[in-house]
T-cell receptor, first 114, second 116 residues
């Protein structure tokens, strides 16, 4: 069965500190992986996506993520967090074996201390 | 401006009173989808449509109906809403539904529904 696990419900970091949000997936075929961000009261915005090729992908707002097939992980990172990064972050997986389907994790709420 | 619009943005209704949440996109996208977001559960897919007249169930289709009569619109219908359908609903679209949304899914702003 396809699923996404985000082990951290809530993370708090200080502004300027580095950030890593964890994402593990279970998928029966080659996964297509996404990270979305949801600011308070807003819809979801795509940060980055991985389909194939280089396992380190760069996204918007200075975020990057690394696909590790052996660990079934797609962790999101940022070297220096800004107060405006406070939001909820969702990892999602889709792929060729499940046309039209996108499976989301439960989300990680990020709080940034000034 | 390329966008996905939803109406209404907020709705309070009572059990059993039929309602429709509209979704429209102006990007000529083939694929459209509905999700519901509940605290601690993330987003769960309700229904999706790969193209006009083609719809399919997601993870939580019970109590919902959809139709795709034209490319730009994908309304969500609750024939007899119940309190457990109180949720935040998102519509999304992408260029194609191939590979689970191989192309980026663009999300609407959300509709917050309360069923009393």
């Amino acid at each position: 069965a396809q699923s996404v696990t985000q082990p951290d419900i809530h993370i708090t970091v200080s502004e300027g500190a580095s950030l890593e949000l964890r994402c593990n997936y279970s998928y029966g075929a080659t996964p297509y992986l996404f990270w979305y961000v949801q600011s308070p009261g807003q819809g979801l915005q795509l940060l980055l996506k991985y389909f194939s090729g280089d396992t380190l992908v760069q996204g918007i707002k200075g975020f990057e993520a690394e696909f590790k097939r052996s660990q079934s992980s797609f962790n999101l990172r940022k070297p220096s967090v800004h107060w405006s990064d406070a939001a909820e972050y969702f990892c999602a997986v889709g792929g060729g074996s499940t046309l039209g389907r996108l499976y989301f994790g439960r989300g990680t709420q990020l709080t940034v201390w000034p | 401006e390329a966008q996905v619009t939803q109406n209404p943005r907020y709705l309070i209704t009572v059990t059993g009173k039929k309602l429709t949440v509209t979704c429209s996109q102006n990007m000529n996208h083939e694929y459209m989808s509905w999700y519901r977001q509940d605290p601690g559960l993330g987003l769960r897919q309700i229904y999706y449509s790969m193209n006009v007249e083609v719809t399919d169930k997601g993870d939580v289709p019970e109590g919902y109906k959809v139709s795709r009569k034209e490319k730009r619109n994908f309304p969500l219908i609750l024939e007899s809403p119940s309190p457990n359908q109180t949720s935040l609903y998102f519509c999304a679209s992408s260029l194609s539904g191939l590979a689970g949304g191989h192309n980026e899914q663009f999300f609407g702003p959300g509709t917050r529904l309360t069923v009393l």
